[in-house]
């Protein structure tokens, strides 16, 4: 069975990175994306970007251009999200979810559990 | 990017009940339309796609329809595990965009 296996809980202060990994499992990796969500908490669902397991391909929102790095190592089917200059409002759940693009965008169909991320001095 | 407008924000249901869920978007998506549901603490999980298509193992008691700029999720029985809050997606243009969710209560 399909499964995202996400990596634990992290306190970073303000103006520091962040480092989320996504092991997947149960399918062929490099046949599918995977993109990045995320929860602020109380608040909705935030789309952050896709990477192509593929080839490694990406597209970032546009409110993230500059912040956000995302990797995948295909020998391993883990898949990455580094945040840099960390602020409080991007205290949030990280999810990573398995993705195919659809005409302009992307349809999330398995996801990991989760990754909180708290930004505080 | 597109808006996504879910009605209503919140409601209070009882088990058995027939719940409706409308999603609206700001300008013609045809059928690139998901609705997740999502328990507290958990990941959101894919329920349906293209409007109106279950995702493999979801109870045929949900479904959903519309296309162009309205669409509904109906529960057509609502049992104590349904209790979540939904959330509308359209993957029809960049950004994908999320609707701000509709919280299913017991009444």
Redesign the interface.
Known sequence: QVQLVQSGAEVKKPGASVKVSCKASGYTFTSYGISW?RQAPGQ????MGWISAYNGNT?Y??KLQGRVTMTTDTSTSTAYMELRSLRSDDTAVY?CARSKR?????????????TLVTVSS | AIRMTQSPSSLSASTGDRVTITCRASQGISSYLAWYQQKPGKAPKLLIYAASTLQSGVPSRFSGSGSGTDFTLTISCLQSEDFATYYCQQYYSYPGTFGQGTKVEIK
């Open positions: 969500v909705g669902l935030e789309w597209n929102a546009q999810y659809y005409s302009g965008s992307y349809l999330f169909d398995y996801w990991g559990q989760g």
